[in-house]
């Protein structure tokens, strides 16, 4: 199957920070990238997307980047929660097919 | 919103047995649902497009006499892992696209943990 599978980097995050993840994708045929938050246990959860001709978006309290150039996607939470506590991942869609490729993902942890 | 329902949210299950797991969509019909497993503290790996009426797309790499996937209706789709082993265990994880395909017409259900021993 496709995938990465790795073993989670964990970013630590001051509350009320604003948090930067970031992800390296190697398909540049991709109509969406989506960025996804997943808490133990549970199914992902959708954050946000970005079309590939878009370099950026933002939704409520986040922002994703899109920088085709050098393939890097990344999504910034302003004024973390503890509740954003969890893995994110990035995931795209590749133009050739209807599917969802998950790539790496982060463990978020907020400090008090 | 849509909603994604997989039962059982976990089960254990004896070496060489099979079991089975749904995937129902609530309130909207999907053409099309996707499984994936995820092992602990790695990424979601895709292993099958189910697609209604007809036979279900695998990725490469997984076998598909060993996870069987029936795509019997437009809200349910199941994933029978057969004669199960211990390194099956894991956590399985559908999802069904609403309409159209983007980021926010996918939905996830919230994943079956399966234990064989």
């Known amino acids: 199957g496709e995938s990465v599978g790795l073993h989670l980097p964990t970013l630590s995050v001051q509350e009320g920070d604003n948090s930067i993840i970031n992800c390296a994708y190697s398909n540049s045929a991709s109509d969406y990238f989506i960025w996804y938050k997943q808490e133990s246990g549970k199914g992902p959860q959708f954050i946000i997307d970005i079309r590939s001709n878009m370099d950026k978006r933002q939704g409520q309290r986040v922002t994703v980047l899109l920088n085709k150039t050098v393939k890097h996607l990344s999504l910034q939470i302003a004024a973390t929660q503890p509740g954003d506590s969890a893995v994110y991942f990035c995931?795209?869609?590749?133009?050739?097919?209807?599917?969802?490729?998950f790539g790496s993902g982060t463990r978020l942890s907020i400090r008090p | 919103g849509a909603v994604v329902s997989q039962h059982p949210s976990w089960v254990i299950c004896k070496s060489g047995t099979s079991v089975k797991i749904e995937c129902r969509s609530l309130d909207f019909q999907a053409t099309t649902m996707f499984w994936y497993r995820q092992f602990p503290k790695q990424s979601l790996m895709l292993m099958a497009t189910s697609n209604e009426g007809s036979k279900a797309t695998y990725e490469q790499g997984v076998e598909k006499d060993k996870f069987l996937i029936n795509h019997a209706s437009l809200t349910l789709s199941t994933l029978t892992v057969t004669s199960a082993h211990p390194e099956d265990s894991s956590f399985y994880i559908c999802?069904?696209?609403?309409?159209?395909?983007?980021?926010?017409?996918?939905?996830f259900g919230e994943g079956s943990w399966l234990t064989v021993v």
């Open positions: 999802s069904a696209a609403l309409d159209g395909f983007s980021g926010n017409t996918i939905y």
């Open positions: 995931a795209e869609i590749p133009r050739s097919a209807s599917k969802i490729i």
